[in-house]
């Protein structure tokens, strides 16, 4: 079993759509979790962490369910320029930095 | 501020032979990590610095990969010899320190390996 998985995608969606990612992970010691985007041949960016309560950062919205390990993101109304693969990231547990990275859903969003 | 930098940014080689990527972090992050990111995977990681001591490489292929941060500031990592599945965009990225899971790692924009 992968320890962070997510559906790979593509989600096609349209213009102001409303599209949710979701991603779980093995490892219950996880610590803490994190979003990043991934534009194409580029850089992963940090979008956002995730909290247990719930956080939202605009049309970005991140849940955390630790009973189910279980992470999501939900984006509201697209923008052509939220095309990007999106990453779920869990940090172990421990005195390191050390991230663990699913293998990314890509989101197209279309005219 | 200056983000992280690599070099070089593409490199294609033949099987066998031998390559080094070069990374400089962000002026005063003591934590740098070198990742390989293979065409459909996220980013798994292969080593981790703190200043000039190693933290974690139980992922790093001993046998091939090696890297070195000698100053505690900038860093390479080396393959030799190159297998067709060393083919991937090895990413650096940096952070202010090792501890708390708010400490944001940084990735520079990678140099995509090619071998052939």
């Given at each position: 079993r992968k320890e962070v998985e997510q559906d790979p995608g593509p989600f096609n969606v349209p213009e102001g759509a409303t599209v949710a990612f979701n991603?779980?992970?093995s490892n219950s010691a996880s610590q803490s979790f994190f979003w990043y985007r991934q534009d194409c041949r580029k850089e992963p960016k940090l979008l956002m962490s995730v909290y247990s309560s719930g956080n939202e950062d605009g049309r970005f919205t991140a849940q955390l369910n630790r009973a189910s390990q279980y992470i999501s993101l939900l984006i509201r109304d697209s923008k052509l320029s939220d095309s990007a693969t999106y990453l779920c990231v869990v940090k172990e547990g421990g005195a390191t930095n050390k991230l663990i990275f699913g293998t990314g859903t890509l989101l197209a969003v279309q005219p | 501020e200056a983000g992280v930098a690599q070099s070089p940014r593409y490199k294609i080689i033949e099987k066998r032979q031998s390559v080094a990527f070069w990374c400089n972090p962000i002026s005063g992050h003591a934590t740098l990590y070198w990742?390989?990111?293979i065409l459909g995977q996220g980013p798994k990681l292969l080593i981790q610095f703190?200043?000039?001591?190693?933290?974690?490489?139980?992922q790093l292929p001993k046998d091939r990969f090696s890297a070195e941060r000698l100053k505690g500031v900038d860093s390479t990592l080396k393959i030799q010899p190159a297998k067709l599945e060393d083919s991937a965009v090895y990413l650096c990225a940096s952070s202010l320190r090792r501890l708390a899971g708010t400490d944001t790692?940084?990735?520079?924009?990678?140099?995509?390996?090619?071998v052939l």
């Open positions: 991603c779980t992970y | 990742y390989q990111q703190q200043n000039n001591g190693v933290v974690d490489d139980s790692q940084y990735f520079g924009p990678g140099t995509r390996l090619t």
